[in-house]
């Protein structure tokens, strides 16, 4: 009986040991692909923000006008950061998710039909949705960034033509549409369901002044 006892033990340490490594494993390869998100969420930071800078810089003297700007007259302008371009196996710009780009001129009010301009970026995962959102941009947010949105499928440039720099967010109706100096400090909850892709097909689009 002792020997069986015994036996029976070794047994119950065996299967707990290899529960134990199958968690592990699980753990390690969670926390692997949040490093990745991370990492691949930062350097979407850093690309919508020289992306957008480098536009209004080009853009500077013609007094608040983008003309038609769109993906084809940023590219003949050579305005995307080299981090978007030349990935391997793309012709075009993308971004760190490997996603499209899309760029379209906006109102900036009625009367001013090209005065904004808006970026859209897919192929999103919803962690980095979420996290685009609540971006901070300084100062930034007070005068150039005008709006930003989430959306759980692949959107181009377009749905933040009547989000005008004066609204404040009681004005916009749409749960997924944030006005900027709102955005950092919106409910997770609305945040989570602007953002609610099961894939990377979220798109998080900007719009600028």
Known sequence: MAEEKKSDIRVIFKIGAFLACIMLGWLGLRSYRLSVEKLKTNACIEEIFNLSNNIRDAYANQRGDYGEIDYKTVEKLRLFPK?????????EATNAYFGGVDIYYS??????RKG???ISFQGLSSFACENLIKMDWGDQANGMVIAV?????ATPAGPLEYIYPYMEQSDVKQRN???????????????KNACACDDDVCTVLWKFR
């Open 116 to 118: 904004a301009f808006e």
């Open 83 to 91: 981090s978007m371009l030349n990935k391997e196996g793309t012709r």
């Open 107 to 112: 109102f900036i009010d009625e009367n001013r």
């Open 149 to 153: 949105a989430g959306y759980n499928r």
């Open 177 to 191: 549409i944030f006005i900027a100096k709102y955005a950092k400090n919106a409910s997770s909850d609305k945040i």
